[in-house]
Antibody, heavy 117, light 111 residues
Framework: EVQLVESGGGLVQPGGSLRLSCAASGFNFSRYWMQWVRQAPGKGLEWVSQINSYGSSTNYADSVKGRFTISRDNAKNTLYLQMSSLRAEDTALYYCARGTDQLARSWGQGTLVTVSS | NFMLTQPHSVSESPGKTVTISCTGSSGSIASNYVQWYQQRPGSAPTTVIS?????PSGVPDRFSGSIDSSSNSASLTISGLKTEDEADYYC??????????FGGGTKLTVL
């Protein structure tokens, strides 16, 4: 069974940093593109970033480019999102998802990031 | 910027059929695959349609997807509605830079 478990969320002050993790199991992690998608409270889904199976190709939404960095450790079956210069508008539930560069097939349950002073 | 527009909400009775539209703002929606995700209240999204009209395993055949090039739109059709289908539904595609684009979501009420 495919499992994606996000962690690392929490309360952080504006301008601060946070690193999210997504532990994968039940599939060959090193073969799949991975995504981060977020959802602000009461709002819709917003794509954040993606990374290819090797970690050699990444892509970011304009809203986070230059502030967030996606990475992965295939030996540890873990996806990461390093977030810096956080803003109030980054407050959201962050989901990791497995799929291709164009779609998601499996989703985690999410980890909540709150940016507030 | 490429955008996808969905109706804010739709409602229908149990046993009936409902169709949710997703209209592309520019270019041809048929050029890139469209996916549909279901999100029940308090839960993570799940994929109900991928690559325009493909149902992942475990998704009932009551769910179907289609593309209409004449209206530059994609549609999700759910037949034989059940109360468990009550959820938010999001369409998703991507632009020329492979940046994903989500529709704003449609709240389906089954009453």
């Amino acid at each position: 069974e495919v499992q994606l478990v996000e962690s690392g969320g929490g309360l952080v002050q504006p301008g601060g940093s946070l690193r999210l993790s997504c532990a994968a199991s039940g599939f060959n992690f090193s073969r799949y593109w991975m995504q981060w998608v977020r959802q602000a409270p009461g709002k819709g889904l917003e794509w954040v970033s993606q990374i290819n199976s090797y970690g050699s190709s990444t892509n970011y939404a304009d809203s986070v480019k230059g502030r967030f960095t996606i990475s992965r450790d295939n030996a540890k079956n873990t996806l990461y999102l390093q977030m810096s210069s956080l803003r109030a508008e980054d407050t959201a539930l962050y989901y990791c998802a497995r799929g291709t560069d164009q779609l998601a097939r499996s989703w985690g349950q999410g980890t909540l990031v709150t940016v507030s002073s | 910027n490429f955008m996808l527009t969905q109706p804010h909400s739709v409602s229908e009775s149990p046993g009936k059929t409902v169709t949710i539209s997703c209209t592309g703002s520019s270019g041809s929606i048929a050029s890139n695959y469209v996916q549909w995700y279901q999100q029940r209240p308090g839960s993570a999204p799940t994929t109900v349609i991928s690559e325009d009209n493909q149902r992942p395993s475990g998704v009932p055949d009551r769910f179907s997807g289609s593309i209409d090039s004449s209206s530059n739109s994609a549609s999700l059709t759910i037949s034989g509605l059940k109360t468990e289908d009550e959820a938010d539904y999001y369409c998703q595609s991507y632009d020329s830079g492979n940046h994903w684009v989500f529709g704003g979501g449609t709240k389906l009420t089954v009453l």
